[in-house]
């Protein structure tokens, strides 16, 4: 059988783009599939020029393929019926097999939306081998484990399948079918947080599932938590340096802290892998505040992490307590201040909306945020991701009144919504006002000192920190327009990060009140002018 395994565009452009979240979970089937021995053609949309529909019917038009896989998040809706439509078009009628969080957090709906032929659920790389083998044989698909299919006009779920036990046993994601190297080739000094001008960085998983279960959040790989082994993981890391000459990580378990004697024996091992191949692999990782101490956050500074990421939502124990959020305030406290004592980098977010949240806790949030993080945290509203407990709460209260229509049509934008039990419409409306205002009064908004063009859409900056005052030349730096962009970056002597804006960028945030005035009075007087014509 000959599979086409399509990587969906994740930004709406008909032009090249490479800022996007590499797939890990699609590179792991690819590799499943290629280690099982099937004949496997990638396509990644993202790096080619023109509409989707276009590039998919010229690669089926190319060859005769059997299979056609893809899957996304839950914000894919759009791009995987564009796949499926496209696909079902084609003379050559392939079965279309899909998967991912979009498929799992809600399957009967978007299965019977999407109508795939078949529909993989939870972990794939197993689940789809045996598929495969089912489709190839004309075998009961019932006997596979984690899918779904129609049969007789009805959908039909077989056995959930059993997580995978032993991490090691999987093949290293496919990254050479990706166009990985281009991916490299193309990342810019924004690709991530560590202010490097020409980042190779690397995603990698060293664990799966997370214990917790926060209301906002969905795990399709499920809550049971399974570590990889370190030798495994540093023989990715190595082929990783050896085959793509990368110079950074992006680790991205969602608990990397939970095994604190594993993670002090990480950082002994990229150390001693930094020393060997003689320069130093700067990486990330997501903590818990829980684990946040001084000794371990130096100990991770000093072997090359310069970004930690915390999950906070919240500075009210009593919405904590409601989004099943196992923290405190001053353990989210304590993580702030060690980060800052210590010169890492610091990632997190305050999410507003919650069902228990209040005027009160609102407010409370938003003024710890104000008085402490110094703009380095992210703030805004909760979004209800398909899968997730809020999702469900909004469905049963009827805030989100028409699933599929949610999910076609909203999720992939920021929302608004009043989630909660004790706030009025209105008091949301002024809620979102005023965490609109705090960002642009406390995001460090920098005019460079310099700008010079490169190439095409790629220029050189300079910049003072706002924090310590060094000044830095950025190079690599994605600029569309000169005159109106915003770039977020990081200082690379206090790991402080920053937005480095133009003069007409930093104009309409500081005088944003008085350019909105004149802009509902310019659609009053032109409304009112159009209703006199008519």
Same mark, same amino acid.
């Given at each position: 059988?000959?599979?086409? !395994?399509?990587?969906?565009?994740?930004?709406?452009?008909?032009?090249?783009?490479?800022?996007?979240?590499?797939?890990?979970?699609?590179?792991?089937?690819?590799?499943?599939?290629?280690?099982?021995?099937?004949?496997?053609?990638?396509?990644?949309?993202?790096? !080619?020029?023109?509409?989707?529909?276009? !590039?998919?019917?010229?690669?089926?038009?190319?060859?005769?393929?059997?299979?056609?896989?893809?899957?996304?998040?839950?914000?894919?809706?759009?791009?995987?019926?564009?796949?499926?439509?496209?696909?079902?078009?084609?003379?050559?009628?392939?079965?279309?097999?899909?998967?991912?969080?979009?498929?799992?957090?809600?399957?009967?709906?978007?299965?019977?939306?999407?109508?795939?032929?078949?529909?993989?659920?939870?972990?794939?790389?197993?689940?789809?081998?045996?598929?495969?083998?089912?489709?190839?044989?004309?075998?009961?698909?019932?006997?596979?484990?984690?899918?779904?299919?129609?049969?007789?006009?009805?959908?039909?779920?077989?056995? +959930?399948?059993?997580?995978?036990?032993?991490?090691?046993?999987?093949?290293?994601?496919?990254?050479?079918?990706?166009?990985?190297?281009?991916?490299?080739?193309?990342?810019?000094?924004?690709?991530?947080?560590?202010?490097?001008?020409?980042?190779?960085?690397?995603?990698?998983?060293?664990?799966?599932?997370?214990?917790?279960?926060?209301?906002?959040?969905?795990?399709?790989?499920?809550?049971?938590?399974?570590?990889? +082994? !370190?030798?495994?993981?540093?023989?990715?890391?190595?082929?990783?340096?050896?085959?793509?000459?990368?110079?950074?990580?992006?680790?991205?378990?969602?608990?990397?802290?939970?095994?604190?004697?594993?993670?002090?024996?990480?950082?002994?091992?990229?150390?001693?892998?930094?020393?060997?191949?003689?320069?130093?692999?700067?990486?990330?990782?997501?903590?818990?505040?829980?684990?946040?101490?001084?000794?371990?956050?130096?100990?991770?500074?000093?072997?090359?992490?310069?970004?930690? +990421?915390?999950?906070?939502?919240?500075?009210?124990?009593?919405?904590?307590?409601?989004?099943?959020?196992?923290?405190?305030?001053?353990?989210?406290?304590?993580?702030?201040?060690?980060?800052?004592?210590?010169?890492?980098?610091?990632?997190?977010?305050?999410?507003?909306?919650?069902?228990?949240?209040?005027?009160?806790?609102?407010?409370?949030?938003?003024?710890?945020?104000?008085?402490?993080?110094?703009?380095?945290?992210?703030?805004?509203?909760?979004?209800?991701?398909?899968?997730?407990?809020?999702?469900?709460?909004?469905?049963?209260?009827?805030?989100?009144?028409?699933?599929?229509?949610?999910?076609?049509?909203?999720?992939?934008?920021?929302?608004?919504?009043?989630?909660?039990?004790?706030?009025?419409?209105?008091?949301?409306?002024?809620?979102?006002?005023?965490?609109?205002?705090?960002?642009?009064?406390?995001?460090?908004?920098?005019?460079?000192?310099?700008?010079?063009?490169?190439?095409?859409?790629?220029?050189?900056?300079?910049?003072?920190?706002?924090?310590?005052?060094?000044?830095?030349?950025?190079?690599?730096?994605?600029?569309?327009?000169?005159?109106?962009?915003?770039?977020?970056?990081?200082?690379?002597?206090?790991?402080?990060?920053?937005?480095?804006?133009?003069?007409?960028?930093?104009?309409?945030?500081?005088?944003?009140?008085?350019?909105?005035?004149?802009?509902?009075?310019?659609?009053?007087?032109?409304?009112?002018?159009?209703?006199?014509?008519?």
């Amino acid at each position: 059988m000959k599979i086409l !395994l399509i990587i969906p565009k994740y930004n709406l452009t008909t032009k090249p783009s490479y800022e996007y979240a590499f797939p890990l979970g699609l590179a792991y089937v690819s590799a499943a599939m290629k280690k099982a021995g099937y004949d496997v053609d990638c396509i990644n949309l993202n790096h !080619l020029e023109g509409k989707s529909e276009d !590039l998919i019917k010229t690669a089926l038009d190319k060859k005769k393929y059997n299979i056609v896989c893809t899957g996304h998040t839950g914000i894919g809706y759009a791009i995987v019926e564009k796949i499926v439509q496209t696909t079902r078009k084609h003379d050559s009628r392939p079965v279309i097999i899909l998967g991912g969080a979009l498929m799992t957090s809600e399957p009967e709906l978007m299965f019977n939306s999407l109508k795939p032929d078949f529909a993989v659920l939870g972990e794939g790389d197993i689940t789809i081998i045996e598929l495969l083998k089912c489709i190839e044989k004309k075998t009961n698909p019932e006997k596979v484990d984690g899918i779904c299919f129609e049969k007789d006009g009805k959908t039909v779920f077989t056995k +959930s399948r059993e997580l995978v036990k032993d991490l090691d046993s999987l093949p290293f994601p496919d990254l050479e079918g990706f166009e990985f190297k281009k991916y490299l080739d193309n990342q810019s000094n924004v690709s991530n947080y560590m202010a490097q001008d020409y980042p190779r960085f690397y995603l990698i998983l060293c664990s799966r599932g997370c214990p917790n279960q926060c209301t906002f959040c969905y795990h399709s790989v499920g809550f049971k938590y399974r570590l990889r +082994s !370190l030798d495994s993981i540093f023989n990715e890391i190595e082929n990783a340096i050896k085959t793509y000459n990368i110079n950074s990580l992006s680790i991205l378990d969602d608990l990397f802290s939970l095994d604190k004697k594993r993670l002090f024996e990480f950082c002994r091992r990229i150390k001693e892998l930094s020393k060997k191949n003689n320069f130093k692999i700067k990486w990330d990782c997501q903590l818990t505040v829980k684990d946040a101490e001084e000794t371990l956050l130096r100990t991770l500074k000093d072997a090359g992490c310069n970004v930690v +990421s915390f999950g906070f939502e919240s500075y009210s124990p009593l919405v904590l307590k409601s989004m099943r959020k196992p923290i405190t305030p001053e353990q989210i406290d304590n993580a702030v201040k060690l980060s800052f004592k210590v010169g890492i980098g610091l990632q997190g977010s305050f999410i507003f909306g919650d069902v228990a949240e209040t005027r009160e806790t609102a407010h409370k949030t938003l003024e710890y945020w104000k008085n402490n993080c110094k703009g380095q945290i992210k703030i805004g509203f909760i979004q209800p991701y398909p899968g997730s407990e809020i999702f469900n709460h909004c469905v049963r209260k009827c805030i989100i009144k028409n699933k599929l229509d949610f999910i076609k049509n909203h999720i992939a934008h920021t929302n608004w919504i009043n989630m909660t039990d004790n706030m009025a419409d209105e008091e949301i409306l002024d809620l979102k006002k005023e965490i609109l205002k705090a960002r642009r009064e406390h995001y460090p908004y920098i005019i460079p000192l310099k700008i010079k063009k490169a190439t095409n859409n790629r220029y050189e900056i300079m910049v003072k920190c706002p924090f310590c005052n060094e000044k830095i030349d950025y190079k690599n730096c994605p600029v569309e327009n000169k005159f109106h962009f915003n770039i977020w970056t990081a200082c690379r002597k206090c790991n402080m990060r920053f937005c480095v804006v133009s003069k007409l960028y930093k104009f309409g945030m500081d005088n944003y009140n008085a350019l909105d005035f004149i802009r509902r009075n310019y659609l009053l007087i032109r409304d009112q002018f159009l209703k006199k014509k008519m």
